[in-house]
């Protein structure tokens, strides 16, 4: 689930925001739960609080779908290397291989326990609530226990949870009774895939009262292609009319009740019907309808603030944690939810067109200079998407460079990338060529896996995307 920026949410969903222009529609904090409205609002207007129910229940809606159209919750999907044709989630990155599962931590805890691998493969697993806030994120560099080597065993615990937690185990309080654990696991090539699996399959996931007894194989497990269906989520949300919309948001609020820190937006938006169990039937279907339309936009439009801009690319910086920043969390979570925080991965976005006015194909270079290359303990990497962030088809099936194969340098220790439709060998070699689309514009996706310092503070920045014609 990889990655967005702000900016270029708005410039790559543009075929969105014409369709809702047009009346289309397409596309925390820990504590006792919100416990109801305090008080009701004041006359406030039907729109303006329905706009808000949906900027804030964006999230939510979005995990709530993926859940619903995944195994059952408390097991591990594994999947497989992604391809162009791979289609339920965008920004799927080309150098690991994803593990999900949907947690429910309402009746006990799970444990939760990744196995050793060999020291030089990069793995990571983000704990993400019910809002779409990383709660905590374990890795093979910082995997975030006190005790020494692997495997490494978690205790993943609820809100309400209040037991022991055996010294060997290392315990995760998640604020939010619905969770998502996402794992990624590093894989160099298609013919490290068997090994890859061999992990995935080592990893655990039992309930904590049968950990207890013993009963140690009761992880259950797949692996199997990524979701291939013609709509993303994000499209099959803005298919959905306002009442159908926040009536859902209704019901998934039973389950996961607001943070304490949303009481007072709750406050106002319960006035409509819009709490957990609640209805918006009373409102006009209109008003409603138009609320989405207003809201889509809204989350389309914005930008972030805090983004750094270098050579033509996009940082984000804060992908973590959103507190009340409702609009900032519906507008990441509409472009990948359970996005990796920035101490984990460094995603640089920048979007081109890949023809002139009279469709001549455009060539690019990146070079990263002697002594440039990006500072990681683990490996960086850059992809190219299409504009709805799907893997760019091409005769080489090639879909990323830098990482594997590894990048080949330049004798003076410099690296260039050719980005560009047509093979460019034997000027470049085949492993520093990454092909994009033969028409509309192309979002490249530059990672740092395990960023050093220098690049988290910003004084390390990307080389530019140079065009050649």
Known sequence: MDPRAGALTRRSLLGLGAAIAAGALVPGCGGEPWSGPAHTTGPRDVLALAIEAYIFGYPMIMLDMMRAASGPSNTIEHSVLPDPHDRGVARLSHDMVYSQAWLDLSDEPMVLQIPGMEPDRYWLFQLVDGWANTVHDLSSKTPRTSVEGPPYTYVVTGPQWTGDVP?????????????????????????????????????????????????????????????RGPEPPVKRIAAMDGRTYLDRL??????????????????????????????????????????????????????????????GWEIPIDLASFGTDYLRRAANTLYTPGLAPLRDILYANQQAPTTDDQGRP??????????????????????????Q??????????????????????PDGSVEFAVQQQDPSPTIPQANWLPIPETGDVILTLRLYAPREAAIEGKWGPPPLTRLD
Not at 389 to 410: E, I, W
């Open 167 to 227: 010294s060997i185990m290392t315990r995760l309080h998640m604020p939010s009774a619905m969770c998502t654990a996402v794992g990624r696991i590093q894989i160099n090539g298609t013919a490290d895939a068997p090994k890859v699996h061999q992990w995935q399959q080592q990893v655990k996931l039992i309930p904590l009262s049968a950990w207890m007894r013993g009963e140690l194989d009761r992880t259950v497990s797949r692996v199997h292609p990524i979701d």
């Open 250 to 311: 209704c019901r998934v609020m039973l389950a996961d009740p607001p943070a304490p820190a949303d009481a007072p937006l709750m406050d106002q938006i319960a006035a409509i019907g819009v709490l957990p169990g609640g209805t918006v039937d009373n409102q006009p279907t209109d008003v409603l309808d138009e609320a989405v339309r207003q809201a889509q936009r809204r989350i389309i439009d914005w930008t972030d603030p805090t983004a750094r801009h270098v050579n």
């Open 362 to 387: 455009h060539r690019y270079r990146i070079r990263f200079a002697p002594g440039q290359w990006p500072p990681v303990d683990a490996f960086t990497s850059i992809t190219a998407y299409d504009t």
């Open 389 to 410: 962030g799907f893997l760019v088809p091409n005769p080489a099936q090639t879909y990323s460079v830098g990482h594997f194969p590894a990048a080949v340098p330049a």
